[in-house]
Nanobody
Framework: QVQLVESGGGLVQAGGSLRLSCAAS????????MNWYRQAPGKQRELVAG???????NYTDSVKGRFTISRDNAKNTMYLQMNSLKPEDTAVYYC??????????????WGQGTQVTVSS
């Protein structure tokens, strides 16, 4: 089994910053993909940022230039640095990972989510 645990969410004023972390643990052989999603009240879950298959990164248009995704492969941890936060960034942020387990099974895992609230 694989667990994803997010941390770093909270309440911040518009223009402020937060750094989210997602730590993966368990029966991991290799993590093939890691992404950050978010879901605002009454809206569908959307992909915020992720690592492209070619090694680069991709971002949804609304966060480009403000958010930065990074990862520490040695720690199986992914980060999302969020700067210049806006009220419309308010959402529950979820970590997603596609993992090949020690049993050589490819599965999709989600964290429990961390709330980010940006006040105006």
């Amino acid at each position: 089994q694989v667990q994803l645990v997010e941390s770093g969410g909270g309440l911040v004023q518009a223009g402020g910053s937060l750094r989210l972390s997602c730590a993966a643990s368990g029966s991991i052989f290799i993590i093939t993909r890691m992404n950050w999603y978010r879901q605002a009240p009454g809206k569908q879950r959307e992909l915020v940022a992720g690592f492209a298959s070619g090694g680069g990164t991709n971002y949804t248009d609304s966060v480009k230039g403000r958010f930065t995704i990074s990862r520490d492969n040695a720690k199986n941890t992914m980060y999302l640095q969020m700067n210049s936060l806006k009220p419309e960034d308010t959402a529950v942020y979820y970590c997603n990972a596609k993992v090949i387990t020690i049993a050589h099974v490819l599965s999709d895992y989600w964290g429990q989510g961390t709330q980010v609230t940006v006040s105006s």
